[in-house]
């Protein structure tokens, strides 16, 4: 599938709850996350590939220098055993305290910039079963789910950014911008 850009309206979109795991929905899971690892992604969310769903896949497997947590019923859990992840109308609930790090987005090439969120979150969501799924998670799992939350309600990266943090990437939000709405625009209104 082809990866979005900023810029693109569907990105804004909030996503329509999924109310079962239809052959379709299947389908696009395994889509997603083919379009996920071609990209070397840890998150991939519906918007992402222009659909308005709360869907999204995870793997963290791929990040060996910057570490998860997981608990389950209380206890530590392996995170890899426990990937790769479909978080599906996913419920965040913030737990630990803010820490900033580091993170991209795939619908924003070249762009990285330190994002202050939760270190741990409490995570209720279905699975790719149509099973309902909880856990409690810590450091990156816990920011790219926070991350791929966001984009299933239409918020972006760049709108938890600093102020400073944000003017710094400006000129290159403007241009990523620009060229994705020249990339939308009909072939006969382009010049
Ligand atoms: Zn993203």
Known sequence: ME?????????????ARIEAVTPAIKKLIA?????????????????QVGLALQLTVLDVRGVNDRPSSLELEGQPADVHAFMPLVLINPEIKPIGKSVAGPEGCLSFPEIFAEIIRPDVVDVEAMDAEGK??????GGLLARAIQHEADHLKGILFIDRMSKEAKEQIRAELEDLQLATKAALKPAGQRK
């Open 132 to 137: 309902t799924v909880r856990f409690r998670c």
């Open 3 to 15: 990866i979005v850009k900023f810029g693109t309206p569907i990105l804004r979109e909030k996503g």
């Open 31 to 47: 889509d997603m996350f083919e379009t996920m690892y071609a990209h070397k992604g840890v998150g991939l969310a519906a918007q």
